[in-house]
């Protein structure tokens, strides 16, 4: 019971990490170009995975079968998801942003989540699902409303893009978390990810006044590498491994709530009655999917 306590506290820590970075990345992509500064993001974080890897586990290696698993989950769940992530946040209003990229992605794994797993939709977790969905709207729409205007069409698709991916690459992980652990994996999937991240970049380098940085941007960009992809990606993976690709989806509604939170405290943005109650429901949901029993899943080699 304490370790599925822990995972659930780590789903949401890892959600509150990624909200806050919707606004921590808008500072910085006054700056950065969006696929420089995720390239930066991941290929900075790619020793620091190596590095930990190495002294946790002793070596680093991975048979050739489980290096092309990794090769693909990095195209998709990182190269394609997170330069998608960012250019969203560009082009659609951050309520959108956090809203597509969040709220459809626990239906989709829900939804695909039959044809690779042993996993299945249960009635606790459709209502909880609900529930929460229901705060999630109530969240976005207290923050300025949902904006469908056609200016925003391709960031709205975009960030509707990203939950269909990223539940595919979810779901795509689970059978090498069963054989290694979730630091391995996370390891080479950054460091493919971030590898063809790379012909995106030409011609955005000499964009930057590099001389220039000051604290904002040195801070933004170290929030990213540390807390957003080396100590979040690790943590989620083996949260999500313990407790399972469907339920942990769910807590990807706390997404959009730190996200709020960000706004306020970065932006001056005021939070609205309908954002408190939207906040209390996704609460609810998320305590009403997380007190569901499930059984425990085999002793696996995790960081």
């Known amino acids: 019971m304490g370790n599925k306590l822990g995972s659930y506290a780590a789903l949401i820590a890892v959600a509150v990490i ?6 921590v990345s808008r500072f910085a992509m006054e700056t950065f170009d ?9 290929g900075l974080a790619v020793p620091c995975f190596f590095l ?10 991975l048979p050739f079968r489980a290096l092309l698993h990794t090769f693909i989950l990095g195209v998709f769940g990182v190269t394609l998801l997170e330069i998608l992530v960012m250019y ?44 929460a969905m229901i705060g999630v709207a109530l969240v976005v729409l207290g923050g300025g409303g949902f904006d469908p205007s056609s200016k925003h069409m391709l960031g709205n698709a975009m960030a509707l893009g990203v939950s269909f991916i990223g539940a595919c690459y979810n779901l795509a992980t689970m059978p090498l978390l069963r054989q290694y652990s979730a630091l391995r994996v996370s390891t080479w999937t950054i460091f493919f990810g971030a590898l063809l991240m790379t012909p995106f970049t030409f011609g955005s380098w000499g964009e930057v006044a590099w001389a220039t940085l000051g604290a904002v941007e040195w801070t933004a960009l170290a929030y990213n590498v540390l807390f957003c992809t080396v100590i979040a990606f690790v943590a989620w993976n083996a949260s999500m491994f313990r407790v399972g690709a469907t339920r942990s989806n769910f807590f990807r509604y706390a997404v959009p709530a730190a996200a709020v939170v960000a706004g306020y405290a970065m932006f001056d943005e005021s939070i609205s009655p309908f954002q408190i109650v939207g906040a ?3 609460a609810l949901g998320l305590v009403w999917i997380g007190s569901e029993r499930k059984p425990s899943a085999p002793a696996v080699k995790t960081v």
């Open 280 to 282: 209390v429901f996704m």
């Open 18 to 23: 990624w909200g806050a970075n919707f606004g």
């Open 52 to 61: 930990l890897l190495k002294w946790k586990e002793g070596s680093v290696g």
């Open 34 to 42: 969006p696929a420089l500064f995720t390239f930066l993001r991941f």
């Open 88 to 131: 969203s946040i560009q082009y659609t209003t951050l309520a959108n942003a956090s809203l597509l990229n969040v709220a459809p992605w626990p239906i989709f794994a829900a939804l695909l989540a039959p044809l690779v797993t042993k996993e299945r939709m249960t009635s606790r977790l459709a209502t909880g699902g609900a529930i």
